[in-house]
């Protein structure tokens, strides 16, 4: 399991992107790669919870987002070897 962070760098540039960068998060969502994506408070950027994927496929795909291509975002992305987990989530810990 991966959590991504996409930390704003230069705000000045998300507008036109903004569409490229929601397609970009629908297609992780569609291929099953993502589980979860949202906003980093107070407005710092965003975050993806991301499984059933290597990181050198993720991090492939991550570059693919025209937030970080553009560097609008700047990505970190951190494994996560889930070592237990409540049950509605036990299919993380297998």
């Given amino acids: 399991m991966f959590v991504v962070l996409l930390r704003f760098s230069d705000k000045s540039k998300?507008?036109?992107l903004?569409?490229?960068h929601k397609a970009w998060i629908k297609r992780g969502?569609?291929?099953g790669v993502f589980l979860l994506a949202g906003?980093?408070?107070?407005?710092l950027?965003?975050?993806i919870v991301?499984?059933?994927t290597t990181l050198a496929e993720l991090q492939r795909r991550v570059g693919e987002d025209p937030f970080v291509a553009e560097k609008v975002v700047t990505a970190e992305i951190f494994e996560i070897a889930p070592s237990r987990a409540d049950g509605r989530l036990s299919f993380l810990a297998a």
Avoid: T
Wanted: net charge negative.
């Fill in 29 to 31: 969502f569609d291929d």
């Fill in 45 to 47: 950027g965003g975050g």
């Fill in 14 to 16: 998300a507008g036109p």
């Fill in 18 to 20: 903004m569409e490229g």
């Fill in 39 to 43: 906003g980093l408070q107070p407005n």
């Fill in 50 to 52: 991301a499984h059933d």
